[in-house]
Every structure is written in C-alpha cells, then in structure tokens.
C-alpha cells in the first residue's frame, strides 16, 4: 500500500479543494462549515484562483491557498497552516481586509461591498479555548447587535480534535478527521456520514501515487520545515536577546547606583564638583541633582 501524503500540506490540500474538477468537495466542505455557524447551505461556487499545473511550489514562498466567492459575490478565502507562522491573528485580519478592501475600485459606492469570510485550518493550537471551531464576527460588547455582518472569520484548530471515535452523524468533524490524518480503516464511515469525501479520499490516494506529484510535495515539505524552523530560531533568538538587554541594562544600573554612592561620599567630604565631575563620569547635572538631595536630609 502507497504511503497516503499529508492533506495539511498547502500543496496538497489545495490540489484536492482547489481544483475545478472537484469544486463540488469544496462546495461540500463549506456547507458543513456554515451549517454550525448558522448559515444557509451554498448552491454553487466560483473559484477565483484555482489550482493549475503552474501552481507546482517551485517558487517556495508562494501562498496556496483557496479563494473563492458564491453567486451572490461573498468572498471565501481558504488557509491551510501546517506550522505556525506566528501572529496569526493579525496576519488573518491583514488578509481579510486586503480580500474586502480589493471589491471596489476608489470611488465606488461602498454599498457594493460584499461579505468577505475568512477559514483558517491550523495544525496547531491558537486560541485559548477547547473548541476546534470558532467564529469571529463584529458584534457590541454588552447586547450583542451586529455592526455589519461583512466580517466572518473561522478558526479551526485540527489538534483540539478529541481522541475519540469517528462521529456517526454528518457535519465538519468528519473532513477535519479527514485532514488530521485519521486511520484509513475509519474512512468508510467518514464517507457515510460525507458522502463527498469519498471524491477528496480518491483525489489524495491518487495524488499519492504519482511520481511528480510527491517529488513536489517533498519539496514544499522541506521548505515548510525550514521556514518553521528558522521562524522558531527567530523568535528563540529574540527570547535570548531580550533576556541579555535585560542583564546588560541590570549592570548599567547597578554601575549607575554605584557611581552615585561614591559622589555621595565624596559631596561629604567637601570635594569640589569640578574634581567629582571628572573622576565619576556623572554628568554635571546629575551631580547637582544628588548634591540637591543631600541638601534635604
């Protein structure tokens, strides 16, 4: 049997949500997404930028993920996040307003301004919560009312997945079971619960079978690590030097008390200023301030 590659992959994932041959999975996996925020199910989808051959990661900082909008106009936009790239929360927001800002053209009239929804599925832990989907939206803090509902935002945190069985009745658990990885021996009663992630089973077990498709997977897999690790050491490195400035400043200020401790003796003993001025290395004005200060004892 082929080992099955990783659907958390950006490449992979949009390979199999991505495509036009399979808008109808990625049609299936939104309305389970909105069907538990509420929302009315979607008839039909438009992929804004779906998957090409010339989508291949050879250029390794290229961001593949999914954009997409419903006849109506909302726009969909669609992350898939391997590692963490930290700052997530305003990263999401940067994006969301780029997707609501790049509707109209300057001097448009706002009221053509469209829902913009944002999905976010990470493979890592982000929000301090146990759900494994939330919701954002732009509501008044104490009744609640909406101020427009332009803003959706959706996080959704594949490693708050409980360990348990495969649920037996439909809804997003099973496609997120799916992307996390679960026993292929389960995927028969995913599909009876999702029906369409079947098509998305198909598409990843084909995908790993081919050749040139898993020599780019390996190489998208590789940059992501790398990026992983280098974002880690960054923010290790920032840690460390935080913590050295922190030292270096704790030893300039035990010098600085130092220094004054000695002028103090010295302002007591009658030593002119000029002479104090140039042994201490304080200015003159810090002379005078702590000469001002023996003054009042």
């Known amino acids: 049997m082929v080992e099955l590659l990783d659907a958390r992959n950006d490449f992979i994932f949009k390979k199999i949500f991505g495509s036009e041959n399979n808008k109808d999975v990625l049609l299936a996996f939104l309305n389970s997404t909105f069907m538990e925020s509420g929302e009315p199910p979607l008839t039909e989808i438009i992929?804004?930028?779906?998957?090409?051959?010339?989508?291949?990661?050879?250029?390794?900082?290229?961001?593949?993920?999914?954009?997409?909008?419903?006849?109506?106009?909302?726009?969909?936009?669609?992350?898939?996040?391997?590692?963490?790239?930290?700052?997530?929360?305003?990263?999401?927001?940067?994006?969301?307003?780029?997707?609501?800002?790049?509707?109209?053209?300057?001097?448009d009239d706002y009221s053509q301004l469209k829902k913009c929804v944002t999905i976010n599925i990470l493979n890592y832990s982000c929000l301090p919560n146990n759900r494994h989907h939330n919701v954002f939206r732009l509501r008044e803090d104490h009744t609640g009312i909406s101020l427009n509902n332009d803003l959706e935002i959706h996080v959704m945190e594949l490693t708050k997945l409980e360990e348990q069985a495969v649920p037996l009745t439909g809804g997003l658990i099973n496609w997120l079971l799916f992307l996390k990885g679960v026993e292929q021996p389960n995927w028969e009663v995913l599909t009876m619960n999702e029906p369409m992630l079947k098509k998305a089973m198909d598409t990843l077990e084909f995908l790993s079978q081919d050749a040139a498709t898993r020599m780019e997977y390996d190489a998208r897999m590789k940059y992501l690590r790398d990026e992983a690790s280098r974002m880690n050491g960054a923010k290790a490195e920032g840690r460390a030097e935080g913590r050295a400035e922190g030292i270096a400043e704790g030893i300039a200020k035990g010098e600085q008390k130092r220094a004054e401790?000695?002028?103090?003796?010295?302002l007591a003993l009658g030593v002119e200023t000029s002479v104090i001025l140039k042994a201490s290395g304080l200015t003159e004005q810090q002379i005078l301030r702590l000469k001002a200060q023996m003054g009042k004892h």
Do not use: C
């Open 47 to 107: 992929l804004m930028n779906p998957y090409t051959d010339k989508d291949a990661p050879a250029e390794k900082q290229s961001i593949l993920d999914i954009k997409a909008k419903t006849a109506e106009g909302k726009r969909i936009n669609i992350e898939m996040q391997l590692f963490n790239p930290y700052n997530m929360e305003k990263r999401t927001l940067f994006y969301w307003s780029e997707m609501y800002y790049h509707q109209i053209q300057k001097g």
């Open 261 to 266: 401790a000695i002028v103090l003796e010295l």
